[in-house]
C-alpha cells in the first residue's frame, strides 16, 4: 500500500481503513498519524530545486526540436527527442509537485476524484518516460544493424511512440479503481491511498511486482539487449577489417559514421543515468513489498533521498542532449544574449536598427553555421 500515487514505492505512511460502506477492507495495525517531519521538509525543498531545474531544461529542450534549431534534427530523431522532453515535463508537472504538496499537507484534501486522476497521471507518466527510452534504444540498434533502411525510419518510429504511449495509457488505467480517498473519523484523517483495494496482501504485492517489471525491468532488458546487440556488431565489424575483408582498412570509431555514433552514444548515456537514478529506489521498494518492516530498519531520510535522487533522471535527459548537440547549445546562446539584450539600456537603440522598411517587420539576421544535425 502506498499514499503517494503510485503502489510502486515504499510508503511513507499508512492508510486508515473506516472508509464508510467499506467494512470488509482489512483492519490497520499499528497505525500512526503521519506527520511533516525533518526528513519529509528536506525533500520537498529538493524536489522543489529539481522541478525548477527540469521545468526550465525541458521546456528549452522542448522549445529547441520544435521550433528552433533542434528543427534540423534528422526526421526520424526528432519525434523521438520531442516526446523524451514530453515525458520529462510530465514527470516535472505532475509527479514532482504532486509530492512535494502532498508531503506539505501529509493528508489528503482533494477528493477523491483528484485522488484517481493524480495518481493515475503519476503512473502513466512513469510508464511513457520508460517506454520512449525503450523506443530510442530500438531505433538506434536499426540504426546500427540496418544503415541502408533509413527511409522507413520516421514511419517506424511514430509507430513504435504510438505504441509506448498507449501501453502508458493502458497500464496506468487500474489506477483509476485501486486508489481512493480513506478517511478515520476518529482523528479526523483523510488519506488517498490503494487500502482495502485487495482482500490480500499477496494480491497487492503482484501488482506492485507486475508494475516493477513493466516500470523497470522489461525496459532494462530490452535496452540491455539493443546495446549489446550494437557493441556485437561493432566488435564483428571490428574484427573483418582486422581480417582484411573490407577494401578500405577503417579505425574501429570509422565503423559508424562520426556522427550515428554521437547519437548513439547519447542515447547510451540518457539510458545509464535511469538506471542509475531508479534501480536504488525500486530496490526499497521490493525490499518493502516483501518485508514491510524495513521502513523501522531504515533511517526515513534514506527513502525521501532515494526518491530525490530518482527524480534527478529528468533533470539528467536535457543536460545529455545539450552536451552532446551543438544545435541545443547555439539556442541556448542565442536566449541568454537575446534575455542581455533586451536587459540592456541601449535595446530600444538595437531593436530600432533590426527593423525593416515596413512596421513591425524584421529583417532576417546572420544566422551562424550549424554543425550537420545528428542521424
Not at 520537498?44 to 534549431?69: E, K, Q
Not at 504532486?98 to 506539505?104: F, I, K, S, T
Not at 582484411?244 to 547519447?266: F, N, Q, V, W, Y
Request: hydrophobic share 45%; glycine share 4%; net charge positive.
Amino acid at each position: 500500500m502506498s499514499r503517494n500515487g503510485s503502489s510502486l514505492a515504499p510508503p511513507t505512511s499508512s492508510a486508515p481503513s473506516n472508509h464508510p460502506n467499506m467494512s470488509h477492507y482489512p483492519p490497520l495495525t499499528d497505525w500512526e498519524r503521519p506527520s511533516f517531519t525533518p526528513a519529509a521538509q528536506f525533500r520537498v525543498c529538493a524536489t522543489f530545486i529539481l522541478f525548477l531545474f527540469a521545468a526550465c531544461s525541458n521546456l528549452a529542450l522542448l522549445t529547441s526540436v520544435w521550433c528552433g534549431r533542434g528543427r534540423r534534427l534528422a526526421s526520424h530523431l526528432r519525434p523521438l527527442m520531442l516526446s523524451l522532453a514530453s515525458a520529462d515535463l510530465m514527470m516535472t508537472f505532475i509527479v514532482m509537485p504532486l509530492d512535494a504538496v502532498w508531503n506539505v499537507t501529509v493528508q489528503w484534501y482533494g477528493g477523491d476524484a483528484l485522488c484517481k486522476l493524480l495518481c493515475f497521471l503519476k503512473l502513466f507518466a512513469m510508464h511513457a518516460s520508460a517506454f520512449i527510452l525503450v523506443v530510442i534504444s530500438l531505433d538506434r540498434q536499426h540504426a546500427i544493424l540496418h544503415p541502408l533502411d533509413a527511409l522507413s525510419a520516421h514511419r517506424r518510429n511514430r509507430c513504435m511512440l504510438l505504441l509506448a504511449w498507449s501501453l502508458s495509457l493502458l497500464l496506468a488505467s487500474p489506477q483509476l479503481f485501486i486508489f481512493r480517498t480513506i478517511r478515520v473519523d476518529s482523528v479526523d484523517f483523510t488519506q488517498c491511498a490503494s487500502h482495502g483495494s485487495f482482500s490480500h496482501r499477496w494480491q497487492e504485492t503482484v501488482y506492485n511486482m507486475f508494475h516493477f517489471t513493466t516500470l523497470y525491468v522489461v525496459p532494462l532488458l530490452v535496452m540491455s539487449c539493443c546495446y549489446s546487440r550494437i557493441l556485437l556488431h561493432i566488435h564483428q565489424q571490428h574484427l573483418r577489417d582486422k581480417a582484411g575483408e573490407s577494401h578500405l582498412r577503417r579505425s574501429g570509431t570509422d565503423i559508424i559514421p562520426k556522427a550515428r555514433m554521437k547519437t548513439l552514444k547519447m542515447t547510451v548515456v540518457i539510458v545509464l543515468s535511469f538506471v542509475v537514478c531508479w534501480t536504488p529506489y525500486y530496490l526499497l521498494g521490493i525490499w518493502y513489498w516483501f518485508q514491510p518492516n524495513m521502513l523501522r530498519a531504515t533511517p526515513e531520510y534514506i527513502h525521501h533521498a532515494l526518491f530525490v535522487f530518482g527524480n534527478l533522471n529528468t533533470c539528467c535527459d536535457p543536460v545529455i542532449y545539450g552536451f552532446y548537440t551543438p544545435s541545443f547549445q547555439a539556442d541556448l546562446a542565442s536566449c541568454c544574449r537575446r534575455t542581455r539584450s533586451d536587459a540592456s539600456p541601449q535595446s530600444l537603440d538595437r531593436l530600432s536598427a533590426r527593423q525593416g522598411p515596413h512596421s513591425g517587420e524584421y529583417v532576417a539576421q546572420p544566422q551562424t553555421k550549424n554543425q550537420a544535425a545528428t542521424n
